[in-house]
């Protein structure tokens, strides 16, 4: 089964990526976030035509919103409403083997990392210490994948120093991620497959004229699973190539082939 992750940041505006993404890597699983679409205003009828029928679909107007969509049926689909905002953040499926997965869209954060005077940083600290908590009472095997929106180790960033102070690798959020992984057993399956001290991105700013060649990229995206599928992820790639398609989003896909 082969599963990817993407933050497509805003479906609607790229169903022509989602199209070549699922021609040239053809997902069984198709995991995206900030879909930025309300349910009921979700393509439907182009993720039938590009053979992905099955959804499961968490979405809100204008922002966030995740979305899951499989070649074969599922089982059953819940979502959570973490930290008690509504926002459309996750959205879970049981596959027919009994495994669940947890599509996730952590917050951002904001640019000040200081939760006392930015409150979008103090609603993602929130929403990540609910997360550890809930990964310290899973007792089901779950693969967790999506846009995490930290980068929690040094080689998970262009250059560790330099990104201390900025959101998404300061030490509240490195630390606090690495205490979920530890909460849960989590695997986490693409440093599994590329181990530390290898740089491994997935994410690149828009604001980088030549983003390729200046490489100043974070591993945002994340695909973790519980400690029973440690042997299950056969194969892990960042399709780093659609970061360079036409009207791409800033992050890249993360692929990675299971055998369960």
């Given at each position: 089964?082969?599963?990817?992750?993407?933050?497509?940041?805003?479906?609607?505006?790229?169903?022509?990526i989602?199209?070549?993404?699922?021609?040239?890597?053809?997902?069984?699983?198709l995991?995206?976030?900030?879909?930025?679409?309300?349910?009921?205003?979700?393509p439907?009828?182009?993720?039938?035509?590009?053979?992905?029928p099955?959804?499961?679909l968490?979405?809100?107007?204008?922002?966030?919103?995740?979305?899951?969509?499989?070649?074969?049926?599922?089982?059953?689909?819940?979502?959570i409403?973490?930290?008690?905002?509504?926002?459309?953040?996750?959205i879970?499926i049981?596959l027919?083997?009994?495994?669940t997965?947890?599509?996730?869209?952590?917050?951002?954060?904001?640019?000040?990392?200081?939760?006392?005077?930015?409150?979008?940083?103090?609603?993602?600290?929130?929403?990540?210490?609910?997360?550890?908590?809930w990964?310290?009472?899973?007792?089901?095997?779950?693969?967790?994948?999506?846009?995490?929106?930290?980068?929690?180790?040094?080689?998970?960033?262009?250059?560790?120093?330099?990104?201390?102070?900025?959101?998404?690798?300061?030490p509240?959020?490195?630390?606090?991620?690495?205490?979920m992984?530890?909460a849960h057993?989590?695997?986490?399956?693409?440093?599994?497959?590329?181990?530390?001290?290898?740089?491994?991105f997935?994410?690149?700013?828009?604001?980088?004229?030549?983003?390729?060649?200046?490489?100043?990229?974070?591993?945002?995206?994340?695909?973790?699973?519980?400690?029973?599928?440690?042997?299950?992820?056969?194969?892990?790639?960042?399709?780093?190539?659609?970061?360079?398609?036409?009207?791409?989003?800033?992050?890249?896909?993360?692929?990675?082939?299971?055998?369960?």
């Amino acid at each position: 089964m082969r599963i990817i992750t993407w933050n497509i940041n805003s479906v609607r505006a790229r169903v022509d990526i989602v199209k070549q993404l699922v021609e040239t890597y053809d997902p069984d699983v198709l995991c995206l976030q900030e879909t930025k679409v309300q349910d009921h205003m979700f393509p439907t009828g182009f993720f039938e035509e590009i053979g992905l029928p099955h959804l499961a679909l968490h979405g809100q107007k204008s922002y966030h919103g995740v979305a899951t969509a499989a070649k074969a049926p599922f089982a059953d689909s819940y979502k959570i409403n973490w930290c008690q905002k509504g926002d459309a953040r996750h959205i879970a499926i049981k596959l027919a083997n009994g495994v669940t997965v947890h599509n996730f869209y952590v917050p951002a954060g904001g640019d000040e990392a200081n939760p006392e005077t930015n409150d979008k940083f103090a609603h993602k600290l929130q929403f990540m210490d609910e997360m550890t908590k809930w990964s310290a009472d899973l007792d089901e095997p779950s693969v967790l994948v999506g846009d995490l929106n930290v980068a929690p180790h040094p080689d998970d960033v262009w250059d560790h120093k330099k990104l201390l102070k900025v959101v998404s690798h300061t030490p509240v959020e490195t630390g606090g991620m690495l205490e979920m992984i530890d909460a849960h057993g989590w695997v986490d399956v693409m440093r599994e497959v590329t181990p530390l001290p290898e740089k491994l991105f997935s994410w690149w700013s828009y604001r980088a004229k030549d983003w390729s060649a200046a490489d100043k990229g974070r591993r945002l995206d994340h695909v973790w699973v519980s400690p029973s599928l440690k042997g299950a992820p056969k194969h892990m790639e960042v399709a780093r190539d659609a970061r360079g398609w036409r009207k791409p989003s800033d992050h890249a896909p993360v692929i990675v082939d299971f055998d369960f």
